[in-house]
């Protein structure tokens, strides 16, 4: 005979010559001859030494253990005293009952939805979040669902999770913001044979998803194309005085062309126009050139009309002073006094009208 204690929160189980005879608790015990204990901690996970369907046989050790089927495509989370714990696999698992509460939940891998109640802050957690996919769509964004490569539905801003099984799970995001194309570095043949370089804007919005992304191939290059077609046609058909002069209705031309195709690729077009028309090195010096005349003739044209309008104004003056001889003298007056102040001194006799002499050294007589 043997005796043995087994302390507090242990339990042994009883074995002689390797075949399980009972389960003991806490307390003092005696093991008869061959027999042998293996000792458990009721906190730690039971491990059986031996198959288990011989111990369950034990209806007083199966009311001490708690036994979790876990079947493929499925997990289970498990919490202690409420609080997460770990992933079960795939296969049985066997706990002691009675001093950690322990709960157990359930999860199908089969689907892809999420149905389960889980707390968001696990999905954080590496044990669960490999079994996750996890996709982000931002607020200004929209995106399609794609299971096994078939549409589901559209997503809008926010974050989207689902389990990790043999199932394909795709999604495919489109900016729903005006956005902005650049038609740029054009080289087109205006109507006259002048060579530009046309650098044309088009700012467009996405208004169905399903169109851009599954009806369409690559859209904004379809897009860009459409615009730069049409931008070419138009272009044809002016001068290149017409083009710098009608910026605008090119612009005009060009939206109406593409608006219905771009409805058709699932965007609208908000606006467009031309940002710069740039001409080669020759046209440009010539070009210059023709302003530079242009601006002188302006101001040849200004000049004579100042001089037509100063000698108007002298001639209506003289005809004015021919008639009045005191309008005259006043004048006479006034141009004395502007040329006496270009003189340091002037010496006239104390005999005689003043004014009549400054006149006389300043006037000559007819």
Sequence with gaps: ???????????????????????????THWLGFNQTMVEYDLTKDFYASIALEVLLQDTTLAAMLEVVEVQDNELVFMYENNNF??????GRHVFWKGFITRT?????????EITEKVDTSLFNNYEVSKYVRTFEVAAYEKAVLLVNDTYQKTLVGGTYRFWKNET????????????????AGQELLTKDKANVRVNFYTQYKVIDIEKVLLANKDYEKQLYVNMQLALRKYVGHYTLDELLANKEDVSKAVFEETKENAENLGVVIQGCG??????PGEMKEIMNQVLVAQKKAQANIITRREETASTRSLLNTAKLMEDNEM??????????????D????ITVTGNGNVIKQLKEIFVTNK
Excluded: C, P
């Design 85 to 90: 714990q770990r992933v079960l696999n795939a």
């Design 168 to 183: 394909t799970i795709k999604i495919a995001k489109v900016d729903t913001r005006q956005l902005q194309l650049e038609v």
């Design 327 to 340: 309008l005259f003298k006043l004048k006479e007056m006034e141009y004395v006094e502007k040329i006496a």
């Design 1 to 27: 005979m043997k005796r043995i204690t087994i302390n507090q929160g242990k339990v042994g189980l009883v074995f002689k010559k390797g075949d399980y005879i009972k389960v003991i608790k806490a307390g």
């Design 342 to 345: 270009k003189i340091g001194e």
């Design 274 to 279: 031309i940002r710069d028309v740039i001409l």
């Design 104 to 112: 157990f939940q359930k999860i199908d891998l089969s689907k892809i």
